[in-house]
């Protein structure tokens, strides 16, 4: 017989996220009610969920979005920049760099484990053209290292 909770849920059952007692009374004092309060969700996909997510980002230009998919001390390396960009600050910095008519189309996708590519081809339209690969290395769940390989389109 499988052991449960005091709420009839299996022991060994998975969690998706902590959760706190929250309590509330009536005005009079009298009736008491309790509650679960989830405090966190955890982000259930793909490292190649991740990568996409962090794409899409960039391209909206939501750069608290993009930082919010990397793990806090994540590091951005791009060709022609010296210094990496460092944690999710860097994040948001580096995007906030980035030329607002940057145009990106989606060319390939490749998924290993927690290593993920994606390439798209990256414009600014009378400035350049490249394929730009965007490499992830996540944990799984968030990004821990990005880096960018950059070959001509012309």
């Not at 189309?105 to 590519?117: A, N």
Request: charged share 25%; proline share 5%.
């Amino acid at each position: 017989m499988q052991e449960t909770s005091e709420h009839g849920r299996p022991l060994d059952a998975p969690r998706l996220g902590r959760r706190r007692k929250a309590s509330s009374a009536s005005r009079d004092g009298q009736a008491a009610t309790l509650c679960f309060v989830r405090t966190s969700i955890e982000f259930m996909g793909t490292s190649l969920d991740v990568a996409r997510s962090f794409v899409q980002a960039v391209q909206s230009r939501d750069a608290d979005a993009a930082a919010a998919l990397c793990a806090d001390d994540v590091v951005v390396t791009i060709p022609g920049v010296p210094v990496p960009f460092q944690g999710r600050d860097g994040v948001r910095q580096m995007i906030r760099m980035a030329p607002s008519e940057l145009v990106q189309s989606l060319r390939e996708e490749r998924e290993e484990g927690t290593d993920v590519r994606v390439t798209t081809l990256t414009r600014a339209p009378g400035i350049f053209a490249n394929y730009t690969t965007w490499h992830f290395e996540t944990d799984g769940e968030r990004i821990r290292r990005l880096t960018f390989e950059l070959r001509a389109a012309n």
